[in-house]
C-alpha cells in the first residue's frame, strides 16, 4: 500500500543542490514524485511510495543536504495518484 505526503521546506535550502540531493534519494529509495523550488525560497515535494520508503523521504527534508539550514518542514497527507518515477521542477 503507498501512501503519499506533501513537504514545504522552509530555510535557507536554496542553491544548496536540495533539489538534485532529494532526486538521488528519492529514486535510490524507490520513491515516486517531484522536488521543485518555489518563489517564496522554500523547497517543495511530493513524495509517493512504500511508506517506510516516503517517511525515510520525509526525515531527509528536515536536515537537507550539506550547505542547507532547514528551520521547519511543513508535511500533508495527500491521496496517492499513481506517480511513476522522480523529477526535478
Known sequence: MAIRR???VHGHVQGVF?????RRYAQTAGV??????RPD?????????APESVEAMVRFMRDGPRGAAVEHVDVSD????????????
Not at 536540495?18 to 532529494?22: A, G, N, S, V
Open 41 to 49: 525560497g522554500t523547497v517543495e515535494a511530493v513524495f509517493e511510495g
Open 32 to 37: 515516486a514524485g517531484w522536488v521543485g523550488n
Open 78 to 89: 495527500e491521496p496517492v495518484e499513481g506517480l511513476e518515477g522522480f523529477s526535478v521542477r
Open 6 to 8: 506533501h513537504v514545504l
Open 18 to 22: 536540495f533539489r538534485d540531493t532529494t
